[in-house]
Structures are given as structure tokens and as C-alpha cells.
């Protein structure tokens, strides 16, 4: 059908509104902008990547008195869990780490080359890009190949499902099921980028170049639109 228009206007701050269920480690909206920052439970500690400083890994308080590296590490993906800070390692080949909120206890999580880290319920999900870029998981019962698809963006829209954009079918979106380990096709459209709000909320733009949201359901033809913002490009 015709494409209608958007107006979003935008504005950056934080309020402390949105927070993260316990168990999972940092928001889909943060991670689907590569997990640049998170902020904890009490709302007193943001940890971020520094790009002022390499890219390290910064803990600063909310308030901004204190503000330090606790890993010279370049990072992305940032998940935080208990006192644990879990985060993609660009300085050793984009592989899973984690260490502790005060700088201690470095180690590494896994081999992998990955990215799209999420952590969600305490298990830790992404994109293995030594093993066809298929989405993997590693819980209690180790590490395993969760979906065979070949994925260029994964993010969490609950706790019970994944979204990734499927490149062995033209970069379409699908939705995976965790409860019973099965797959769906939510949109025909190849995706371009990808950020869920929720289940009900799961917004793409696709190679066309409009804005589509979805309810998580598969809808035949969708109805793009045009974003105007207020964001200078």
C-alpha cells in the first residue's frame, strides 16, 4: 500500500524509568545500539564504553563523581549481571568476557567470535561468527548452537523469545521461540537494522528504506512508512 509519514522527534537523556528485568543484562533498546552503556538496578552506577579513551570500559557514578576504567579492554555489547560485567572483547578477536563491577577478576567467557551479546534470565545469547554467525547459547548446561539460521542482528523481545534478522533468507525477520525451540517468519521485508521494544512493539527499517513495526506476528505486506526526525543528519 502507499507509505504514510512519521514524525519522531527525539530527545537524550536518562531518567532512571527504564529498568531492566532482573536476570537479563542490559535493555534490547541499549543493545540494539551495541550495548554502549547500562545502568544498574539501584541506579547508581552507569558502566560504558569510553571512546574518549580507546574504547575502554568506564564505571562512573550516576551522580558523575567518580568516573574510572575497570578494563583496558575495547568493548561493545556491555551486559551486566549481579556484580559481573559481561562484554564483547574487541582487543582479542571479539570474544566473550566478563569481569567484576570493581575492575577484578578478569576472564574469558568463550572463544567465540561474537557479537549481539544479550543475557537474558541469567543465559547468555549471540551471534557466532566462528560457526556461520548461528545464534548460540551458554546456561548451566554449557555452551550449544541454539538456531541453525545464519544471523547479522539478534535482539531479545521478552524472555521467552529472540528476534534476528535471517541472512540464509534474504535478511528477512524471524522470531525465535525459547520455550519450545522453534522458529517463525515475522516479515518478508530484508531488514536493515532492528530494534524491539517488546514483544508487542518490534520496529525495522528495511533495504527500502521505510520504517515498518511489527506486534512480534507474521503479517503479509506490510505497510512501510517514512521517519522524519528532528535528528540532524
Known amino acids: 500500500g502507499d507509505s504514510g509519514t512519521i514524525d519522531v522527534p527525539v530527545s537524550l537523556h536518562y531518567d532512571g524509568s527504564q529498568q ?3 536476570g537479563n543484562g542490559n535493555s534490547s533498546v541499549n543493545l540494539a545500539n551495541t550495548g554502549f552503556s547500562v545502568v544498574d538496578s539501584d541506579n547508581e552506577w552507569m558502566y560504558y564504553v569510553n571512546t574518549a579513551d580507546k574504547n575502554k570500559l568506564y564505571k562512573k557514578s550516576v551522580s ?6 575497570i578494563s583496558d579492554d575495547q568493548v561493545g555489547y556491555i551486559n551486566l549481571l549481579g556484580d559481573w560485567v559481561y562484554y564483547i572483547n574487541y582487543t582479542d578477536d571479539s570474544k566473550i568476557y566478563k569481569v567484576r563491577t570493581d575492575g577484578t577478576q578478569k576472564q574469558k567467557v568463550a572463544d567465540d567470535m561474537a557479537s ?11 551471534i557466532n561468527h566462528s560457526d556461520r554467525a548461528r545464534i548460540y547459547v551458554i546456561d548451566s548446561q554449557g555452551r550449544r548452537q541454539l538456531c541453525s539460521d545464519s544471523a547479522s542482528m539478534l535482539s531479545a523481545g521478552s524472555n521467552n523469545s ?29 531488514v536493515q537494522f532492528l530494534n524491539v521494544l517488546g514483544d508487542s512493539s518490534v520496529l525495522y527499517t528495511g533495504k527500502d528504506g521505510l520504517l515498518y513495526v511489527s506486534s512480534g506476528s507474521y503479517y503479509s505486506n506490510p505497510n512501510g512508512a517514512t521517519v522524519v526526525t528532528n535528528v540532524p543528519t
Open 64 to 69: 558523575g563523581a567518580d568516573n574510572s576504567p
Open 162 to 190: 529472540l528476534y534476528y534478522v535471517n541472512t540464509l533468507d534474504d535478511n528477512k525477520l524471524y522470531k525465535y521461540f525459547l520455550i519450545n525451540s522453534t522458529k517463525s517468519i515475522v516479515s518478508d521485508v530484508p
Open 116 to 126: 549481539c551479546l544479550n543475557i537474558l534470565s541469567g543465559k547468555i545469547y549471540y
Open 20 to 22: 531492566i528485568p532482573i
